[in-house]
């Protein structure tokens, strides 16, 4: 197997080696001792530090509060909504014993948090004064996995869970839209991560939803990564759950909802995204180290200088490293950090202490710069900020490159057969096209964008009229 | 049962009936489906989140980085510390069924998480290079109990737990006193909560502990809350867990390890500490709402003189919020955010619209004062000090007046059966005398300060010599 020059294996030629190597050799993660679990260590789980730290500013702006509901839900609740159940009961992990004895009710440790919620809601909610209810908990979940793939695929794992209530159906459907902005937003500004925005097919609709939205990002294998969603509830949960209102008028009304998620898998997407042979490569907004100070020689006199440069950008807000390790050499550390994905290289040596300047490497580029110290602070942060646009430019390419209008059968199989990516192709609405298409192709309908204009077409699949172009791709 | 003007029980009449009552009445808590389970609701979750920003500082200003470990841990790991496990095994949950299957090995639901975090540290620690360890996770813990207390006694409750492992003893025991003192930094400054620190009787040691160290806050009943601990753990995990390293001189050593933790118990304390018959009083620091603007009446002039305040309020940092509901009166409203315990509450009416100022009402003192409006912002942050420090100061009188050395055990039991508090009084450090004054007294030896000087002294309850005076109290 072909490896890079920091031992590990090209992402060109075995992406699956590639990633289970890097999240281990970037100390990003470990695996946990129970099957399918996983430990964040302390430099992958500052990238999600981050990412809250980001969404919690959004989140706060659309009038959310965070809150916290207990991880032990009773069967019988979970029971209450059924349709919404059948996703989750093959996944679930059930606790019997509780405090030395068996447990006349068995609880579940939550795999999402609807039926826990709603059941509080229906004691909260009685005239339209207590609308809208706009709460958000950022927890751990549980769905049960034998094999552990690090971030992607975990039994139990990060995320956020927004749930809204609403006196009307209009109201709950401009959150749905909002929350799937908010996460827009994040992939785009943040994660310099482009993806497809649209609502799933009623197949692919999370079971207890009417609408749901998707973020749909294209992965390196031609994949597709359902990235985070954002569902409109209906009265699907509201009936069974009786969380009703008197209106103005004092009739009573049950309540509109919402739920939205964004999961540790968006780290998963953001390795497998950005990285190349070298390693990871991190946006700056979410990079724990943007800076990595390297002195070339540990001299006081230079040393001295690098605590100055650094200063310089702590007091800028920049989130830098100086490595001062004694036991590691120059060589070594570069490729270390490389590896590490920190956006930004500063070279410190006998040649920078006397001209007074410091030597910027970008690790998107490898591009070398040198600029004078009394810049510096200015020119990083510029520097950072064109890293993560370029980022995002690549990946937008990338995602451009690899979206075909396709209107023949033969060939949607041929693509899905070799390169992959996403297919733009029309789709007459039938679910049986639909599973037929899946059973040939592994391909689903991924989403179909809210702003998408009705065409005239033919069913890619049975050549009946169809009005949508819908984005087909295999799914991660 | 005799009721505030707010519907409140007395807290001089029934501390149990008011503290259930406000957490519910407050909107900062409602109780879980599952027994022992609680809801922290948004108002009080926000309080949690503010000890996690303040803290999140502190813990990283000690080189120490957040992670998260496995929720599940395989029983044979706990079982591994047979010590440790004692303390824990009745109030365990476990999970036997996962992903539709009867387990092979069941999973405990984390008490805390050294077994897990342990078994890791043996892989990742091989040299002297590799130390010192120094991790923390923020995460939720579940201890198995059938009646709820909200924030106080929960089955599942929230914490933070610091890990560390280091090369030598002195440098665990320095890191022992160092979360101790971080911990002392978080009661004093945010929570205005005094309490007295030092190192627990080998009887109350952590089991697992060589030496465990306290916080011991008193409570209005005159009983001692445990707020937080830190334990010097010396190579009790190190050596089953095999945890070594190769020193400097190439010989194979066992990691001297620490362990600390605050919960959301420490909100329990809070609520208890300093509410009154009107209800809760937070301090500024830890006030999700820090000033409450109030219109007198809800006129569109009034309102445009509550925003304008409000932004001055905001772009210096305080946290504001403006009660525009039109279905509460004013003295409704007033009663509301007195038991909410917002620390400082502006009323502004056609008065203040007139004159430029703001009518300041404290809720610590009730105090009112009247302020021009360009001098407002200075003002309510200097005024949010002064309450921050008055109710540590007054705290501070409570708790010193409800300290006494005792020397004669007749006196000390009416003491115990009585008002309670503090006792400051000699212990042999025989462990019979502390179980017998336990059982005649309920009284435990909560903590002797690290700073105790000797003294020459008769054990309070077998008259042998004795060198030290020890806290004694009731334990919440």
């Known amino acids: 197997m072909p490896f890079s020059k920091k031992n590990l294996p090209l992402k060109s030629k075995n992406i699956s080696d590639w990633y289970n190597r890097l999240v281990i050799e970037a100390d990003l993660a470990d695996y946990g001792p129970a099957k399918g679990t996983m430990i964040f260590k302390a430099y992958g789980y500052a990238i999600w530090e981050l990412v809250q730290s980001h969404m919690n500013k959004l989140i706060k702006a659309m009038g959310v509060d965070n809150v916290y509901f207990p991880l032990f839900i009773p069967e019988s609740l979970l029971n209450r909504e059924k349709k919404h159940l059948k996703g989750f009961s093959p996944e679930l992990a059930v606790v019997t014993i509780g405090g030395g004895e068996e447990l006349e009710e068995k609880l579940i440790v939550r795999p999402t948090s609807e039926t826990i919620m709603y059941q509080a809601f229906s004691r909260w909610v009685q005239s339209y004064r207590d609308l809208p209810i706009l709460i958000n908990q950022w927890c751990n979940v549980v769905r049960w996995e034998k094999r552990t793939y690090p971030f992607l695929r975990t039994s139990e794992f990060l995320w956020q869970e927004g749930h809204t209530a609403h006196a009307t159906h209009e109201q709950a459907w401009e959150m749905t839209i909002r929350a799937m902005e908010m996460y827009t937003k994040t992939y785009r500004d943040y994660f310099s991560l482009p993806g497809y925005v649209g609502k799933k097919s009623p197949a692919e609709t999370f079971p207890g939803a009417d609408t749901s939205l998707s973020y749909e990002s294209l992965m390196p294998s031609g994949k597709a990564l359902q990235s985070s969603t954002s569902h409109d509830l209906g009265q699907n949960f509201s009936k069974p759950f009786e969380i009703d209102f008197l209106d103005k008028k004092g009739k009573k009304q049950f309540v509109w909802q919402t739920s939205w998620g964004l999961s540790t898998r968006s780290i998963g997407g953001l390795i497998l995204a950005h990285g190349d042979d070298q390693g990871l490569r991190l946006p700056p907004e979410l990079a724990p180290v943007q800076?990595?100070?390297?002195?070339?020689?540990?001299?006081?006199?230079?040393?001295?200088?690098?605590?100055?440069?650094?200063?310089?950008?702590?007091?800028?807000?920049?989130?830098?490293?100086?490595?001062?390790?004694?036991?590691?050499?120059?060589?070594?550390?570069?490729?270390?950090?490389?590896?590490?994905?920190?956006?930004?290289?500063?070279?410190?040596?006998?040649?920078?202490?006397?001209?007074?300047?410091?030597?910027?490497?970008?690790?998107?580029?490898?591009?070398?710069?040198?600029?004078?110290?009394?810049?510096?602070?200015?020119?990083?942060?510029?520097?950072?900020?064109?890293?993560?646009?370029?980022?995002?430019?690549?990946?937008?390419?990338?995602?451009?490159?690899?979206?075909?209008?396709?209107?023949?059968?033969?060939?949607?199989?041929?693509q899905m057969s070799g390169q992959k990516g996403f297919i733009q192709a029309f789709w007459c609405g039938a679910p049986v096209c639909e599973e037929k298409i899946k059973a040939e192709t592994k391909a689903t309908t991924r989403c179909l964008p809210l702003t998408a204009k009705k065409e005239k077409g033919r069913c890619i699949y049975c050549r009946k009229p169809a009005e949508h172009r819908w984005y087909f791709a295999q799914a991660y």
């Open 291 to 414: 800076v990595v100070i390297l002195p070339v020689v540990l001299d006081d006199k230079i040393l001295k200088f690098c605590r100055q440069i650094a200063v310089r950008l702590e007091e800028n807000n920049v989130r830098i490293k100086i490595d001062e390790r004694d036991d590691e050499r120059l060589g070594f550390k570069i490729n270390k950090w490389e590896l590490k994905g920190v956006p930004l290289r500063l070279e410190v040596g006998a040649k920078e202490l006397k001209s007074k300047t410091v030597t910027l490497v970008r690790r998107d580029s490898g591009g070398k710069e040198s600029v004078k110290l009394n810049q510096s602070a200015a020119k990083i942060k510029s520097v950072l900020d064109q890293i993560q646009k370029n980022l995002f430019n690549k990946a937008v390419n990338n995602l451009k490159n690899n979206t075909r209008e396709i209107n023949d059968y033969g060939r949607f199989k041929t």
